[in-house]
Structure formats: structure tokens, C-alpha cells
């Protein structure tokens, strides 16, 4: 299959490597990238030869979270086409989440909105110092609907409350105070890093290691087909709000939306 957002290359050992390849647009997330992770994951889970999978990003950012121009035309969109957008996100990351394999993420920049959400599906998440991370959803007068089961499952809600509402910014050795990374490590240590996350598992039965990760889901709180749906119907909800249009206006508008009180 041939991606134009993705890049998916696999080893001789059977490490693949999923690559989220819009260097250009800090890797956001685009209805076409959406589509693309989903059908890479589809086709990572088929493929009994893939032992472990490596989430990585070309590129200064990991992921700046959702594309404007996909942004933007949700504005136009009635509630019904901002569902399905809305469920295209969520569909993607449960995808993933639900992989066979184990799967290893490595965050070697920014990551916000959408970023957080693909960082939070990871078994492990290693990222580097100096980078930034946020749930920026809701200065935009959104929220962060369909990524939160998986960031509040990983977080905790206790974590998630520091930095779920509130849309600051954090560093990346915060995001592993929250429980969001494993590790952060130097920039030039992150590749022997992941490696050394990838190598354990080469010496473990694949079939053993995917039981076990469905054992882990299988004892967790779940999400299910009834929590993607009330995530799609939240942030749904959330963009028949005024809010929406007056943050997502005042963003591409340049200017402080009318419900900014932040000191210039």
C-alpha cells in the first residue's frame, strides 16, 4: 500500500517503524493522515511477522495535533460531516491502541492536541528534553473529546486534571511526571533509547506478548464502541457551541478571542 502522509517500513527482524511524514506541516493530523494511520494499523495488526511497532515523526515536531485547513473546514461542516471527522480521529487512535504488537513511541518533538492523544496510545512513550507538550484544545473553545479516554487512561484522571482543562504547555520531563512518557532523555540518546525498549521483546513469543497487552485492555476500563461514541458526540456538541467558531475565528484571525482575560 502506498501512503502519501505515512511512511511504514518494517526490519529483518520485524521492527516496524509507522512514520508520520508531513515534516512541512509539524506533522497535523489531516482527514488523509487519518485515514492512512488507520489503514497502516489495520495492515501492522494482519502481518504475523511484525514483532513490535515504533511510532516516530519526520521533522522538527512529533505532531502539532489537528491540520488548519482540515480545521477550517469543519467550520462549514453541519453536525453531522463534524461527526464523522470527529470519528475518524477516534477510530484511528483505537485502531492503534489495539494493535497486537507492542507499540513504541518515539517523540523527538513537540507534540500537542492530537500529539498528546498518539503519545498516550503507546505502550511506551520516550521523549526528549526540550520539548513542549499540551492539550490545547480548549483555546480553541474545543476539547480534547475523542483523545481523552486514552490520555486519561494513561495519566490517570488525577494527572489529567493538571493539564486536561487548563491548555498550558508543559516540558517533557512534566509529561513524564503526569505518567504521559516512560523516559526523556538527550536528543542523541533517543534512538538507543527506543531500542532498548524494542530489543526485550525480540526474545519474547509474539503470540504470548499480544495476550498479554489484550489482557491488559481486558482489565482496564474500557473503550468501548459506547465511550468512542460519547467522545464523538462531545466534541460534536462542543462545535455547535459559539465558542468554537469565536476561538477557531480569533486563531486564524490573529487576535485574542472574546473571552481571553490573558495579560498582553
Not at 518494517?10 to 489531516?30: F, I, P, Q, Y
Not at 482527514?31 to 488507520?38: G, I, K, V
Not at 517523540?107 to 503507546?122: Q, R, T
Not at 516512560?182 to 509474539?206: G, M, N, T
Request: glycine residues 10%; contains cysteine.
Amino acid at each position: 500500500m502506498t501512503f502519501e502522509t505515512i511512511k511504514l517500513s518494517c526490519d529483518e527482524r520485524g521492527v516496524a517503524t509507522l512514520t508520520l511524514a508531513r515534516a512541512d506541516k509539524h506533522n497535523a493530523m489531516s482527514e488523509l493522515m487519518l485515514d492512512e494511520l488507520t489503514a497502516a494499523a489495520r495492515q501492522i495488526a494482519a502481518n504475523k511477522d511484525i514483532r513490535v511497532v515504533i511510532l516516530s515523526a519526520e521533522g522538527k515536531s512529533f505532531c502539532a495535533g489537528g491540520d488548519l485547513a482540515w480545521m477550517r473546514a469543519q467550520m462549514d461542516m453541519d453536525a453531522g460531516m463534524r461527526s464523522g471527522q470527529a470519528g475518524k480521529l477516534a477510530y484511528m487512535l483505537q485502531a492503534l491502541d489495539t494493535l497486537p504488537q507492542p507499540l513504541i513511541g518515539r517523540i523527538h518533538g513537540n507534540a500537542f492536541g492530537g500529539g498528546v492523544g498518539l503519545a498516550s496510545i503507546c505502550d511506551v512513550a520516550i521523549g526528549v528534553e526540550g520539548a513542549l507538550m499540551g492539550l490545547t484544545e480548549t483555546r480553541l473553545g474545543l476539547i480534547p473529546a475523542t483523545i481523552g479516554p486514552y490520555v486519561i487512561a494513561r495519566m490517570g484522571a488525577a494527572n489529567a486534571r493538571r493539564v486536561f482543562m487548563s491548555a498550558r504547555r508543559f516540558d517533557t520531563e512534566e509529561a513524564q511526571d503526569l505518567g504521559l512518557l516512560a523516559k526523556v532523555v538527550a536528543p542523541d540518546a533517543l534512538d538507543a533509547a527506543v531500542e532498548a525498549e524494542v530489543i526485550p521483546y525480540l526474545s519474547c513469543a509474539p503470540g504470548a506478548v499480544a495476550d498479554a497487552k489484550a489482557l491488559i485492555r481486558a482489565l482496564s476500563a474500557p473503550i468501548d464502541e459506547s465511550v468512542i461514541q460519547h467522545t464523538i458526540g462531545a466534541l460534536a456538541n462542543r462545535w455547535e457551541d459559539p465558542e468554537s467558531g469565536e476561538g477557531i475565528g480569533a486563531f486564524f484571525e490573529k487576535r485574542a478571542p472574546d473571552w481571553s482575560k490573558e495579560q498582553s
